[in-house]
């Protein structure tokens, strides 16, 4: 059964830079994509960036596209998000997400993903 551990969150201040990490257990001889969304009291899970499982293809949202960036380290089996120059309307809480597959591909809808982390809380001042 997989488990996918966040950590990372947390409260920084307009224009700063914030680094989240999700671990994933059980998943040490499987292949798959992994993604990051967040979320907001009363509003739809947004997607936030995606990487194939080899890494080589990454894809994000037009909000966050040249602030984020998303990694992984496959040895680890991580997924980390980078995210720079933040502003208050990147405060949400912060999903990462497992797509179990053969393919090497990247996805963009929650529906097309099988596991999610617990959410981490992501609070950026003005």
């Known amino acids: 059964q997989a488990q996918l551990h966040e950590s990372g969150g947390g409260l920084v201040q307009a224009g700063g830079s914030l680094s989240l990490s999700c671990a994933a257990s059980?998943?040490?001889?499987?292949?798959?994509?992994m993604g990051w969304f967040r979320q907001t009291p009363g509003k739809a899970r947004e997607f936030v960036a995606a990487i194939t499982w080899s890494g080589e293809g990454t894809m994000y949202a037009d909000s966050v596209k040249g602030r984020f960036n998303v990694s992984r380290d496959n040895a680890k089996n991580t997924v980390s998000l980078q995210m720079s120059n933040l502003g208050p309307e990147d405060t949400a809480v912060y999903y990462c997400a497992v797509r179990l597959g053969t393919d090497d591909y990247y996805y963009a809808g929650n529906y097309e993903y099988d596991h999610w982390g617990q959410g981490m809380q992501v609070t950026v001042s003005a």
């Open positions: 059980q998943l040490t001889f499987e292949h798959y994509a």
